[in-house]
């Protein structure tokens, strides 16, 4: 028998567990599903939501960055890529840190919109630290301010070894730059790293490869030591 509609709910409680002990396991299984299916489905979600936040911030959290480049030019492979990257990470990531180096390709960046709409996003929240370009390239980014004037991470990699700091500086490429003021002068704003030990080590051959610094740049200390990673043993 049904209960009217303003039966209190201890009373429908008890005539629900009453009709299930009277089905077979199958009944009660179809009966569940059709008038709790959607609850059912709302914890589950749920339940799973609530694991995969758990997981990823206490468990198994993703690795921070390190140092974050946005490679832009040049003629690279996947392997290259991999192994520069395995270098950066021995040579700039404290063992024990959950953190690792990230290379991203934005390749044909000024004709392809997504990548523009991608440099951009990453460069308003401050992700991107370093950036390989052409020449060309690095002008344009000085233009658009993607870019800053190469004095801090300079002085840092003159503090940390001078030889190399020498070798740097003779590599030093210069751009017009706008200042905070609005005035344009011409500024540090690229290294070419064409001649790396390493990169020639790992095969980037006779290319046109300039490291600029990101406006946003959030690891200074560690783009120091990349540039220092990339002149050694040179």
């Known amino acids: 028998m049904e209960l009217p509609a303003g039966a209190p709910l201890k009373e429908k409680f008890r005539a629900e567990i009453k009709k299930l002990r009277e089905m077979t396991f199958k009944k009660k299984m179809e009966y569940i599903w059709d008038y709790y299916k959607f609850p059912i489905i709302g ?12 997981n990823t911030r206490f468990i198994n959290p993703p690795p921070e960055s390190a140092l974050f480049i ?27 840190e959950n953190k690792e180096v990230f290379i991203s390709m934005f390749f044909d960046t000024e004709f392809n919109p997504f990548n523009i709409q991608r440099l951009m996003a990453m460069l308003a929240v401050g ?12 002008e344009e980014y000085a233009a658009q301010e993607f870019i800053q004037p190469l004095d801090n991470i300079l002085a840092e990699i003159k503090k940390r070894d001078p030889m190399i700091y020498a070798h740097i500086e003779e590599n030093i490429l210069y751009a017009l730059f706008k200042s ?5 002068t ?8 064409g001649d790396s030990p390493l990169l020639a080590k790992l095969g ?15 690891n200074p200390e560690n783009s120091a030591l990349c540039l220092i990673t990339l002149f050694e043993n040179g």
Do not use: H
């Open 70 to 96: 946005a490679w832009s030019t040049g003629f690279t492979t996947d392997e290259q890529i991999d192994s520069l990257k395995a270098v950066l990470d021995e040579q700039i990531v404290v063992k024990g």
């Open 127 to 138: 992700e991107i630290d370093l950036f390989v370009v052409n020449l060309p390239l690095m």
């Open 43 to 54: 914890i589950c979600a749920g339940l799973i939501l609530v694991g995969s936040f758990i």
């Open 204 to 218: 980037f051959y006779e290319q046109e490869l300039i490291i600029s610094i990101s406006i946003t740049i959030g």
């Open 186 to 193: 011409e500024r540090a704003m690229g290294i070419n790293v």
């Open 180 to 184: 905070a003021d609005g005035s344009i």
